[in-house]
């Protein structure tokens, strides 16, 4: 917080978990890999470093259904173009594809109509209990 006694008070001590220079993780790697095969279309969507997260990837398949994952830095970019063998986009200038969204949106309905027919089921439990 604001502390006038402080030196050097411009310095953030808040850093991002890697090095931006570093690369994707074999394991993130592998799990792409994994997810993209036998996906007839997919395209990657870089999304930038924040301080609380890694730049990271994600890839969208035709269906809309998508997988994040870090990829370390500027040298991920070009490791997951050469892996996945897609097009990448950047998200700031670009923005999510509308079946992404759309398929977010779907899952979000159909939970909440299972929230609600869990609530209705319950409440219907409690009613005859009551009265029986």
């Known amino acids: 917080m604001f502390n006038p006694f402080r030196r050097n008070s411009s310095r953030s001590q808040l850093r991002p978990p890697r090095a931006p220079g570093e690369t994707i993780r074999a394991e993130d790697a592998q799990e792409l890999q994994r997810w993209a095969k036998g996906r007839a279309y997919i395209e990657a969507f870089v999304e930038p470093?924040?301080?609380?997260?890694?730049?990271?990837?994600?890839?969208?398949?035709?269906?809309?259904?998508?997988?994040?994952?870090?990829?370390?830095?500027?040298?991920?970019?070009?490791?997951?173009?050469?892996?996945?063998?897609?097009?990448?986009?950047?998200?700031?200038?670009t923005g999510y594809p509308q079946r992404m969204r759309e398929r977010i949106e779907r899952e979000r309905i159909l939970r909440k109509r299972e929230e609600q027919r869990e609530r209705r089921e319950r409440f219907e439990q409690r009613r005859q209990q009551n009265e029986g």
């Open 49 to 93: 470093e924040t301080v609380v997260n890694e730049m990271s990837v994600v890839v969208v398949d035709e269906n809309g259904a998508f997988i994040r994952r870090r990829i370390g830095g500027p040298k991920g970019i070009d490791a997951v173009a050469k892996l996945l063998r897609c097009d990448i986009y950047d998200v700031e200038e």
